[in-house]
């Protein structure tokens, strides 16, 4: 945990944080907490500044890939892809034969209106 330090404002030798109740008096020290100590030497740095420990930095949050879509191996395998997926293996044109039967299958399957709308438009494409 850092200690800051209270400098003093040159107006003031007192600070109070509205709602808090606390004042901080001149010279004063204390220990808080990083989220705390970032706040008041970034907000007042004339006034305030870390005598001992340091303020860390927030960890970096580390990129996650995305999963590769998974590929349909037969006509109807498609509608067990995420609606994104199916968009792209439509898209493709792979499956611009095979429309109609699983435009059928999607209605009395899942019906997920994403996909069901998904299809409807590769068969205005198509023809």
Known sequence: MPRVKFKGFSHLDRYARV?????WIKDEVRSVSDSEAN??????PEAFSVVSGSVSTPPRTAAVESPAPRAASGPLDALDLSVSDLKAALAAGGLDAS???LLAAEENG??????IRAIKARLEVVG
């Open 99 to 101: 429309l109609d039967e």
């Open 110 to 115: 899942k019906t997920r209106q994403g996909a």
């Open 39 to 44: 706040q008041l030497t970034r907000k007042y």
């Open 19 to 23: 709602g808090v109740g606390e004042a």
